[in-house]
């Protein structure tokens, strides 16, 4: 049995997958999750056959059951839960006069009603993680977006202001029982979410993996050194 172990949702690709190789090369057992199984079984047998302990389950966190069977595989198979990475979202970009309702709806239910769920299924394990050692983590990918409006990505910017707005209240709640919440916010990073961006070249973009030593920062600050939120910006940019 690992000695901690963390769930990574989005964690088929982008940041979410360089977080778990970073956390599983540190020792931990990972549940990695995500929507497309093929994508995510891919993934997963990279991590396995890097050596990392690792348990694929397909979930799409715009269902509620699906994110309760996660935290039920989670809890079955490595029995404890040290780090949550509320890491899963899309973005749809469009003028708000052009944008759907559909498109609302869904990066609202992806981005903000599935963190905010995920994160509650996870509470009760996170309080046995954070009475033993007092740093428990749960981190929740927003972004700069949700820092600083961004016009043409108006939904995506509102429910990463959510998120941010959400961790804050999280930690309020739980920051007594040894938990640690921490919002993340970057700018573009090197994934296949920024595909559409022109004008900036891939190597000028942050990495995945600056993302995951972000994460180690956190896991190695003492318990009473609390961060609520890392802002991750390009050289130049302007959303300061
Ligand atoms: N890249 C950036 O510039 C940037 C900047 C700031 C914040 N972020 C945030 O970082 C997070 C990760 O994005 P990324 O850049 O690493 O992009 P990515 O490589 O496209 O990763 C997105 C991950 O989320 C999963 N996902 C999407 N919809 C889902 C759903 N309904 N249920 C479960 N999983 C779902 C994807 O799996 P499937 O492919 O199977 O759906 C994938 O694993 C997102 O929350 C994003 O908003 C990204």
New binding site residues.
């Given amino acids: 049995m690992d000695s901690r172990a963390a769930l990574i ?10 977080i778990a190789r970073a956390l599983g090369q540190d020792g931990y057992g990972i549940t990695l ?5 093929d ?2 079984e891919e ?1 997963a047998k990279g991590l396995a056959d890097e050596g990392i302990d690792v348990n694929a389950v ?6 509620e059951d ?1 994110i309760k069977g996660v935290v039920d595989s989670h809890r079955e198979r490595f029995g404890r839960l040290d780090v949550l990475v ?6 749809i970009g469009a003028p708000v006069a052009d944008t759907p309702t559909k498109k609302l709806d ?1 990066q609202l ?3 903000l009603r ?1 963190v905010y769920i995920t994160a509650r299924e996870c509470i009760p394990l996170l309080k046995e993680a954070g009475a033993e050692h007092g740093k428990a983590l749960m981190l929740n ?6 820092k600083h409006g961004q016009g043409w990505l108006a939904a ?1 910017s509102a ?2 202001f959510g ?1 941010v707005g959400l961790s804050q209240a999280l930690h309020k709640e739980l920051s007594g029982d040894g938990i640690q919440v921490t919002a ?11 595909d559409w ?1 022109q004008g900036v070249e891939r190597e000028d ?2 990495q ?1 993996q600056d ?1 995951a030593e972000g994460v180690r920062f956190l896991l190695r600050t003492s318990r009473a050194c609390i961060v609520p939120e890392i802002q ?1 910006i390009r050289p130049g940019d302007d959303t300061l």
Avoid: H, Q, W
């Avoid at 509320?86 to 973005?91: D, K, L, P, R, T």
């Avoid at 990918?141 to 949700?146: C, F, N």
């Fill in positions: 949702t989005g964690g088929s690709s982008g940041i979410g997958l360089a999750s995500a929507r497309r199984p994508k995510l993934a397909a979930a799409n966190v715009t269902e699906d509320n890491n899963a979202g899309i973005g869904i239910d992806v981005n599935g990918t927003a972004s700069i977006a949700g995506y429910t990463k998120v993340i916010c970057p700018g573009f990073v090197d994934t296949a979410m920024t961006v973009m942050i995945p993302i991750f």
